[in-house]
């Protein structure tokens, strides 16, 4: 397994788009974000939800910590929204997010949008300036 996640990204998507074509758009966060938690188990997909991942900062371990929404396959960062649409300072989120948890893959799903599912990957290539020692 590379640490790209890329089948695991589609099996994550395969599953994001069946809670969107069931429930439509419109809907709250939490509501998604329990179907696809219901999905992901009965496909077999691991994940967790809200997890605490912890936070350096000059290696110092900060006492706020990050949770994501889920955290699939132990390696994917995946936050969700219900919103019209995203906005870059979602993507910048996510992308700080998956720097300081250290996870190289990430996905930002919208389940808001009228129409279409909207979503964005992300990979960080580079990991080794974000050491904390």
């Known amino acids: 397994m590379g640490f790209m996640f890329k089948q695991e990204g589609y099996d994550l998507m395969g599953a994001a788009f069946e809670v969107y074509n069931q429930l439509g758009y419109g809907m709250a966060e939490e509501i998604y974000q329990s179907a696809l938690e219901v999905e992901l188990g009965l496909r077999g997909i691991s994940f ?6 912890r ?11 990050y949770r994501p929404d889920l955290l699939a396959f132990g390696g994917i960062v995946v936050e969700l929204k ?9 993507e910048a989120q996510l992308f700080n997010y998956m720097r300081i948890a250290r996870k190289r893959v990430g996905y ?26």
Do not use: M
Not at 48 to 53: I, K, N, R, S
Not at 55 to 65: A, D, I, M, S
Not at 82 to 90: N, R, S, W
Not at 108 to 129: A, H
């Open 108 to 133: 930002l799903i919208n389940f808001g949008k009228k129409g279409d599912l909207e979503w964005k990957r992300f990979v960080i290539d580079d990991l080794q300036t974000q050491r904390s020692h």
């Open 55 to 65: 936070v350096y900062f000059k290696g110092h371990l900060l006492t706020p910590k």
């Open 48 to 53: 967790v939800a809200q997890t605490e991942l």
């Open 82 to 90: 219900a919103l019209k649409e995203l906005c870059p300072d979602h």
